[in-house]
């Protein structure tokens, strides 16, 4: 306990440091640092698994070790989608897991309409076996807005 000594007309004075007196003083402050740490931490704790910018997925894919996966449903699909994309929707993944076994040993690139899809797709491709899953970070709109082609 941090004790002050303080000198009043030549007198000793003890002031004691009291940890709930000054919790209680402060109690809002406290919450506003608490609050604003949970929000500036949600989002990383939020997140599962690897993700990558469009720069870090042409990469991966230029490198030939890997297979991409789009789980945005059919007409988003037809609407445009990374070249050599196979199209899974997320409602359907579960059901389909088994056309993918193949590709176990390379790298899974998920892509989704939002970073939302992307990531619970990833979380459901880690739980099935998948070793190396990679979320494209911000999803299609990331991906144009990067300027790289979509195939049609």
Do not use: C
Request: proline share 4%.
């Amino acid at each position: 306990m941090l004790i002050q000594l303080l000198f009043y007309n030549g007198r000793i004075k003890f002031n004691h440091w009291n940890p709930v007196k000054f919790f209680i003083d402060n109690i809002f402050l406290i919450a506003i640092v608490l609050v604003s740490g949970g929000a500036l931490l949600w989002p990383s704790l939020t997140v599962r698994g690897k993700r990558g910018s469009p720069q870090d997925i042409t990469m991966l894919i230029n490198r030939g070790k890997a297979t991409i996966l789009d789980v945005r449903d059919a007409k988003e699909y037809a609407e445009g989608h990374l070249p050599d994309a196979k199209n899974i929707p997320l409602a359907e993944l579960d059901k389909r897991l088994a056309e993918l076994d193949k590709f176990k040993s390379r790298s899974l690139i998920v892509v989704g309409k939002s970073d939302a899809r992307g990531s619970a797709a990833a979380a459901k491709l880690g739980k099935a076996g998948f070793g190396d899953v990679v979320n494209l970070e911000g999803g299609v709109a990331a991906w144009q807005k990067a300027g790289l082609p979509l195939a049609k």
